[in-house]
């Protein structure tokens, strides 16, 4: 499967952003999903993770009650809503895909994704 991240940008603080992540080549529905994200100079960090069918969802705690991770597997597209943004936001998102027969885990391991996307920049200014 072939994932592309979009909907990153520059935007306030206390602003939202969507981060779509498309996907191409495999149905998107074979698949756990998951958000990581990197800032500069510190090591990619787990964000939200979502089962196969949108059943479960998973959040890091730096971003429950603000963030939504969201899929609509017929347009096989992942998504990423987020809210009350703040300056410790900012990195890079990725969305990552890890195939699993289990309709019901959600992954929040990197090693545990076998695709990644290319990243989209999400610059929060104070």
């Known amino acids: 499967v072939q994932l592309q991240a979009s909907g990153g940008g520059l935007v306030q603080a206390g602003g939202s952003l969507r981060l779509s992540c498309a996907a191409s080549?495999?149905?998107?529905?074979?698949?756990?999903m998951g958000w990581f994200r990197q800032a500069p100079g510190k090591e990619r960090q787990f964000v939200s993770a979502?089962?196969?069918?949108?059943?479960?969802?998973y959040y890091t705690d730096s971003v429950k009650g603000r963030f939504t991770i969201s899929r609509d597997n017929a347009k096989n597209t992942v998504y990423l809503q987020m809210n009350s943004l703040k300056p410790e936001d900012t990195a890079v998102y990725y969305c990552a895909a890890g195939p699993t027969s289990n309709i019901d885990v959600v992954v929040t391991e990197g090693n545990q994704y076998d695709y990644w996307g290319r990243g989209t920049q999400v610059t929060v200014s104070s």
């Open positions: 080549r495999r149905a998107l529905s074979s698949y756990a």
């Open positions: 979502i089962s196969r069918w949108g059943g479960k969802t």
